[in-house]
């Protein structure tokens, strides 16, 4: 069985592929036939020795779709086609291989109407978004900053928003060029960084009023920059750190608008709130009020270019295995 494995994390050099023995059956899990494995700035981070659970060597991936081949006791139909993801690829072997033991209650069944490459690009991205929305306290109407509209979770929570009803969604891109895409495809109000602050570019577009929900997904001085650019009585999550891991923040931004600011691990959710946010999303994928958007896809083989794109070259849109 082919599988892609960190051997060392020590970055791109690390990966290699490797053959693994076909997986067992096993008490409480899902034997999935891995058919689109997502890439994300997680593998990266493992990969670069930047995350304290993972240990190597471990076949990376996040999220995956595929087809279940051994159904074991957990009432699912073998044949089944599927999207999921988990602690995969951190702290166990992930999705980029052919055969995945995954429990059930990380299942999502795909509708016939969305590809297996599409499918493998929604878990992570759109349930990161729907989750923060949902603890934000978001409704009908508020106005959302989702940072960076070509990168997954930004372009995530900025569709997701919008087909449920904000008032205003404001994203950023770093280029005129990424800004240009973004207009083309019918994202509006989005601030381009070449040409404007974060901060200057939310008080333009709100009226100098800010914006009720922050979900930030890039870290370093976008974090700050966010923070600032709160109205009163406003929620920052934070969730990513791509742009780096430390901040310098203006705490009356706290204080004075009596605003708050926390923290998400999509790991760190219960079965529950995963459930009820694959029930807000994927009707929304259906109706075609959200669209997810696949940049490149690679054959599993190439993954270490596939993440080297993704981090180096910051496309716009998810970069996906498959084949």
Known sequence: MLAIEANTFSGYGGLRQVELGK??????????????????????????????RARAPLVLGNE???VIED???SGLAAGSRVMFTG??????????????LVRPEHLALVPNEV???????IPVAYLTAQVTLTLAGFKPGMTVLAPGIGGSVGNATYQLARAQGAGKVISTAGSAAKAAMASELGFDDVVDLSAEGLADGVRRITAGKGVDI????????????ALSSLGLGGTLITLGYSAGRKTTIDVTDLIWKRARMAGFSLFAQSPAAIAAAWRDVIPLVLDGSVRP???????????????????????FGKVVLAG
Do not use: C, M
Not at 87 to 100: A, D, H, M, S
């Open 64 to 66: 995956g779709a595929g």
């Open 214 to 225: 922050v979900i930030e997904s890039i870290g370093g001085a976008v974090t700050s920059e």
């Open 87 to 100: 602690p995969y690829g951190v702290g166990e072997n992930g999705t980029w291989q052919e055969r995945l």
């Open 115 to 121: 590809d297996d490459v599409v499918a493998a690009s």
């Open 23 to 52: 997986p067992e059956s096993a008490k409480d899990r899902v034997l999935v036939r891995i058919t689109a494995a997502g890439v994300t700035p997680l593998e990266y981070t493992i990969l670069s020795g930047g995350h304290p």
């Open 293 to 315: 958007i696949v940049e490149r896809v690679y054959p599993f083989a190439e993954a270490g270019d596939a993440l080297r794109h993704l981090i180096e070259d910051r496309p």
């Open 71 to 73: 159904a074991g006791d």
